[in-house]
T-cell receptor
Framework: GQQVMQIPQYQHVQEGEDFTTYCNSS?????IQWYKQRPGGHPVFLIQ?????EVKKQKRLTFQFGEAKKNSSLHITATQTTDVGTYFC???????????FGAGTILRVKS | DAGVIQSPRHEVTEMGQEVTLRCKPI?????LFWYRQTMMRGLELLIY????????DSGMPEDRFSAKMPNASFSTLKIQPSEPRDSAVYFC???FGTGVHEQYFGPGTRLTVT
């Protein structure tokens, strides 16, 4: 079945450092979504990418969708303590209708 | 809109007891999802409904789990009998169109089975 792999599992950075999490799918995706879950909270939708090679930005967050539509990344510039949480990617297989979540990357920020 | 509403927020029960989790999706959303989250297995999709009809229940762990959606504004996830390994956070989410549109998650129910 469709699998979505996410790395790293965990990252601890100093406040102000950059952070990147990567998402890889075993199959071509029709779209990919990113969610953030704060500690003790619930996943909250951040963004969706649909086009091959697409790049979207939200303030200090940059999201990319690979040319082959099998991988994606989320990059945070100059992390802040408010960025802590777990970042999930979730993809829909091409011609599929189910969103499959990656295992998530836990981000901790030292101030 | 109040968002997705789940109740109870916390549930502690003894092994063997029946547990019922409740969810009210966002009005107008036609898809409803039940997820389970644990440290070991991450976020797992248990079942989802479209227009109150179960579409895919392949994630339901076993016959002890059942889910219903009697109308567009209410769904339940029932575990009978409960076991300690069912301890997890259970999320309900809703969306307008699956796979394409974003999912809105409820606050979750933290279930502890002793």
């Amino acid at each position: 079945g469709q699998q979505v792999m996410q790395i790293p599992q965990y990252q601890h950075v100093q406040e102000g450092e950059d952070f990147t999490t990567y998402c890889n799918s075993s199959t071509t995706l029709s779209n990919i979504q990113w969610y953030k879950q704060r500690p003790g909270g619930h996943p909250v939708f951040l963004i969706q990418l649909v086009k091959s090679g697409e790049v979207k930005k939200q303030k200090r967050l940059t999201f990319q969708f690979g040319e082959a539509k099998k991988n994606s990344s989320l990059h945070i510039t100059a992390t802040q303590t408010t960025d802590v949480g777990t970042y999930f990617c979730a993809g829909v297989r091409e011609y599929g209708n189910k969103l499959v979540f990656g295992a998530g990357t836990i981000l901790r920020v030292k101030s | 809109d109040a968002g997705v509403i789940q109740s109870p927020r916390h549930e502690v029960t003894e092994m063997g007891q029946e547990v019922t989790l409740r969810c009210k999706p966002i009005s107008g959303h036609d898809y409803l999802f039940w997820y389970r989250q644990t440290m070991m297995r991450g976020l797992e999709l248990l079942i989802y409904f479209n227009n109150n009809v179960p579409i895919d229940d392949s994630g339901m762990p076993e016959d002890r789990f059942s889910a219903k959606m009697p109308n567009a504004s209410f769904s339940t996830l029932k575990i009978q009998p409960s076991e300690p390994r069912d301890s997890a956070v259970y999320f309900c989410a809703s969306s307008f169109g699956t796979g394409v549109h974003e999912q809105y998650f409820g606050p979750g129910t933290r279930l502890t089975v002793t």
